[in-house]
């Protein structure tokens, strides 16, 4: 996870200034952070959905 939040800060920075040699966003990188942030979000998504009291 922590990999994952350095990784995004990376993605900010570029979002938000733009500057310097890795200021560039590549196809595949786009692509990848996509991906990573689908998961995630069906993970929480999963782990936030009411349980019924069978699921116990």
Do not use: C, W
């Not at 200034?17 to 998961?39: F, K, M, P």
């Not at 998504?45 to 349980?51: D, F, G, Q, V």
Request: no cysteine.
């Amino acid at each position: 996870m922590a990999s994952h939040l350095a990784n995004a800060y990376k993605f900010k920075e570029v979002a938000d200034y733009a500057v310097g040699s890795q200021s560039v966003v590549t196809l595949e990188e786009a692509e990848e952070v996509i991906g990573i942030a689908a998961r995630f979000i069906d993970t929480i998504s999963h782990l936030l959905a009411p349980r019924s009291p069978s699921d116990s």
